[in-house]
């Protein structure tokens, strides 16, 4: 096997037996993004020297006999949407082309203090607003799992990178699935954590009441040490929850047994393929074999999630968007312009593509006076019937289950012409957003020779319980 | 199915979005916001009588801090992507007649 084919939690056994080297781990990454993402399209950046010059560091640390986090040295893939000091963050859009932060976000901080070289900038829908990366301003990503597929979006750059072995895992961010539904149709775990969870400092922002940072990555086991890296209080982030994090790696064995778990019909019934549903409720059924107990729930309101996201996110991101006026940071037009609103005008309209200006049409139309309380208000109350219907099922079941894509990697194009058959791509992870709690994606079988991923939700803050029925999960996928 | 007018469409993007549209453009959103608004009609069917709203998830309320000072960005830092910039400060076109 070779180097970059390894999981993070193999390479890192590998690390600190000193096997292999952080910079050969490094330069194998490297190698294969230069025999593949010409094709694969995963990268937008690829920070090489700043990557080895990281790696050789944990080396010599190592070298030198320093205690170093378990992790250190195994390289992270970062998506464009989180801020990196001294490197190019774009969200894939024109309006952020040359964009160089002078901060790190949040989490890429906690990366470096784990001593993970970064080794690139993953391609993304622009603004994480999308579902297949097909609407980056730059370039379309392609799935590794089948070349002719989409990898699934927001995230689908950082996802094609780990699932095509261009790095050992990554970072995403999910506003309405853009982690799991990625991870889902590449293969991979994926995890959006608990609102509040892991810091949103830094991370250039969509929907403020929705978006979460999480972790990409090959195995169950990768997936709760990168979150365990990215987790914890942040002063800087005033929703960052002031909450112990767990260790989420000593929960994972733990099994099923003695856990209830519920299976909303509201996630099974239309729009799900029939062949994806079927596979999901067979990785349930050997859920239920290795001693998980399973019944069917009803939840109502989750069959209106998406009219209320696509009122809320839009609206959120018409007033985090409202900040790319040319003024401080970011593209602004050259041409002539007659006063400043011109001015704004030309350049939010050069720098923003299609569906951010689509978005920002649509959220300031729903924030304005005489819609406001009809579309705006209307969907914050529905947001909370959804709740609602969340916090009854945590008084019976400790996690619920149901299909993380109502379908496997669709072709690339198949979709990007018809908005509201792209959105329906969404239809079972977005009410956890609005919900705010936490969820993951597992891959539990293939349709067609394609992965299907089996998306887990669970309590506020139990990221563990959820880790732990995705580990078992994936035990009865090996072998 | 109900079209946005073209000259709220053009409210819209002219005086609160920022946004200078094509013709085109303008006639593809009357037809997408009168797609979509009519999609969110579905939510007027739901009784929301005492329900209240969810702004946010968390149930926590103002998170306040000491008024210390800290470090923060140089006056370089945070000129270093302005499009333009004179003296240490960000340059826009003219704003008031003269």
């Given at each position: 096997?070779?180097?970059?084919?390894?999981?993070?939690?193999?390479?890192?056994?590998?690390?600190?037996?000193?096997?292999?080297?952080?910079?050969?781990?490094?330069?194998?990454?490297?190698?294969?993004?230069?025999?593949?993402?010409?094709?694969?399209?995963?990268?937008?950046?690829?920070?090489?020297?700043?990557?080895?010059?990281?790696?050789?560091?944990?080396?010599?640390?190592?070298?030198?006999?320093?205690?170093?986090?378990?992790?250190?040295?195994?390289?992270?893939?970062?998506?464009?949407?989180?801020?990196?000091?001294?490197?190019?963050?774009?969200?894939?859009?024109?309006?952020?082309?040359?964009?160089?932060?002078?901060?790190?976000?949040?989490?890429?901080?906690?990366?470096?203090?784990?001593?993970?070289?970064?080794?690139?900038?993953?391609?993304?829908?622009?603004?994480?607003?999308?579902?297949?990366?097909?609407?980056?301003?730059?370039?379309?990503?392609?799935?590794?799992?089948?070349?002719?597929?989409?990898?699934?979006?927001?995230?689908?750059?950082?996802?094609?990178?780990?699932?095509?072995?261009?790095?050992?895992?990554?970072?995403?961010?999910?506003?309405?699935?853009?982690?799991?539904?990625p991870a889902s149709l590449c293969g991979l775990v994926g995890i959006k954590p608990t609102y509040g969870r892991v810091s949103r400092y830094g991370l250039i922002a969509y929907a403020s009441s929705l978006d979460q940072v999480g972790p990409l990555t090959k195995d169950v086991r990768d997936a709760a040490l990168l979150l365990g890296v990215i987790a914890g209080h942040d002063g800087r982030d005033s929703t960052s929850a002031d909450l112990p994090v767990p260790d989420y790696v000593a929960e994972l064995e733990k099994g099923v047994q003695?856990?209830?778990?519920?299976?909303?019909?509201?996630?099974?019934?239309?729009?799900?393929?029939?062949?994806?549903?079927?596979?999901?409720?067979?990785?349930?059924?050997?859920?239920?074999?290795?001693?998980?107990?399973?019944?069917?729930?009803?939840?109502?309101?989750?069959?209106?999630?998406?009219?209320?996201?696509?009122?809320?996110?839009?609206?959120?991101?018409?007033?985090?968007?409202?900040?790319?006026?040319?003024?401080?940071?970011?593209?602004?037009?050259?041409?002539?312009?007659?006063?400043?609103?011109?001015?704004?005008?030309?350049?939010?309209?050069?720098?923003?593509?299609?569906?951010?200006?689509?978005?920002?049409?649509?959220?300031?139309?729903?924030?304005?006076?005489?819609?406001?309380?009809?579309?705006?208000?209307?969907?914050?109350?529905?947001?909370?019937?959804?709740?609602?219907?969340?916090?009854?099922?945590?008084?019976?079941?400790?996690?619920?289950?149901?299909?993380?894509?109502?379908?496997?990697?669709?072709?690339?194009?198949?979709?990007?012409?018809?908005?509201?058959?792209?959105?329906?791509?969404?239809?079972?992870?977005?009410?956890?957003?609005?919900?705010?709690?936490?969820?993951?994606?597992?891959?539990?079988?293939?349709?067609?020779?394609?992965?299907?991923?089996?998306?887990?939700?669970?309590?506020?803050?139990?990221?563990?319980?959820?880790?732990?029925?995705?580990?078992?999960?994936?035990?009865?996928?090996?072998? | 199915?109900?079209?946005?007018?073209?000259?709220?469409?053009?409210?819209?993007?002219?005086?609160?979005?920022?946004?200078?549209?094509?013709?085109?453009?303008?006639?593809?959103?009357?037809?997408?916001?009168?797609?979509?608004?009519?999609?969110?009609?579905?939510?007027?069917?739901?009784?929301?009588?005492?329900?209240?709203?969810?702004?946010?998830?968390?149930?926590?309320?103002?998170?306040?801090?000491?008024?210390?000072?800290?470090?923060?960005?140089?006056?370089?830092?945070?000129?270093?992507?302005?499009?333009?910039?004179?003296?240490?400060?960000?340059?826009?076109?003219?704003?008031?007649?003269?």
């Amino acid at each position: 096997m070779e180097i970059c084919e390894l999981t993070a939690h193999e390479l890192a056994g590998r690390l600190q037996a000193r096997e292999v080297s952080a910079e050969e781990a490094t330069q194998a990454c490297l190698d294969r993004i230069a025999e593949t993402d010409a094709e694969l399209g995963a990268y937008l950046t690829v920070t090489a020297d700043l990557a080895l010059e990281q790696a050789r560091a944990v080396d010599s640390r190592r070298r030198a006999g320093e205690a170093l986090p378990a992790v250190a040295g195994v390289p992270v893939a970062i998506k464009d949407v989180l801020c990196t000091r001294g490197v190019r963050t774009t969200c894939a859009s024109r309006i952020l082309e040359n964009f160089v932060p002078p901060y790190d976000a949040a989490a890429v901080e906690r990366c470096n203090e784990a001593g993970l070289p970064m080794i690139g900038k993953t391609n993304m829908d622009e603004f994480a607003m999308g579902s297949s990366t097909e609407n980056s301003a730059f370039k379309v990503t392609r799935n590794p799992r089948a070349i002719d597929r989409v990898p699934g979006g927001s995230s689908g750059g950082s996802a094609a990178a780990v699932a095509g072995n261009e790095a050992f895992w990554a970072l995403g961010s999910d506003t309405g699935g853009s982690i799991r539904q990625p991870a889902s149709l590449c293969g991979l775990v994926g995890i959006k954590p608990t609102y509040g969870r892991v810091s949103r400092y830094g991370l250039i922002a969509y929907a403020s009441s929705l978006d979460q940072v999480g972790p990409l990555t090959k195995d169950v086991r990768d997936a709760a040490l990168l979150l365990g890296v990215i987790a914890g209080h942040d002063g800087r982030d005033s929703t960052s929850a002031d909450l112990p994090v767990p260790d989420y790696v000593a929960e994972l064995e733990k099994g099923v047994q003695g856990l209830k778990a519920g299976v909303p019909a509201q996630l099974l019934g239309q729009g799900i393929d029939p062949a994806v549903r079927d596979c999901v409720l067979a990785a349930v059924d050997r859920l239920v074999a290795l001693g998980l107990e399973v019944e069917e729930t009803q939840m109502p309101h989750i069959d209106y999630s998406l009219p209320v996201y696509y009122i809320l996110a839009p609206a959120e991101a018409a007033s985090n968007l409202a900040r790319y006026d040319g003024v401080r940071y970011g593209h602004r037009t050259a041409k002539p312009v007659s006063d400043i609103y011109d001015m704004f005008a030309k350049t939010r309209s050069e720098g923003f593509g299609p569906e951010v200006r689509l978005r920002i049409m649509l959220g300031t139309y729903a924030l304005s006076a005489g819609y406001y309380d009809a579309y705006y208000l209307k969907a914050l109350r529905v947001r909370t019937l959804i709740k609602r219907n969340f916090d009854e099922a945590w008084q019976k079941y400790d996690v619920l289950l149901s299909p993380t894509s109502p379908t496997v990697a669709f072709k690339v194009g198949e979709k990007a012409d018809d908005p509201l058959q792209m959105k329906l791509a969404d239809i079972c992870t977005i009410p956890i957003n609005l919900a705010g709690i936490p969820a993951a994606s597992v891959p539990c079988g293939e349709v067609d020779g394609l992965p299907v991923g089996l998306q887990i939700m669970g309590r506020p803050f139990q990221e563990d319980v959820i880790l732990r029925v995705a580990y078992a999960c994936e035990q009865t996928m090996s072998g | 199915m109900p079209e946005i007018k073209r000259e709220e469409v053009l409210h819209v993007a002219n005086n609160l979005a920022r946004l200078e549209l094509s013709d085109d453009e303008v006639e593809r959103l009357q037809y997408e916001l009168g797609r979509i608004m009519e999609y969110f009609l579905e939510l007027q069917k739901i009784d929301t009588r005492d329900v209240d709203i969810t702004s946010h998830v968390l149930p926590m309320t103002n998170v306040l801090r000491d008024d210390q000072p800290g470090e923060c960005l140089s006056q370089e830092d945070a000129l270093s992507n302005a499009p333009d910039k004179i003296e240490g400060f960000f340059r826009v076109p003219r704003i008031l007649e003269e």
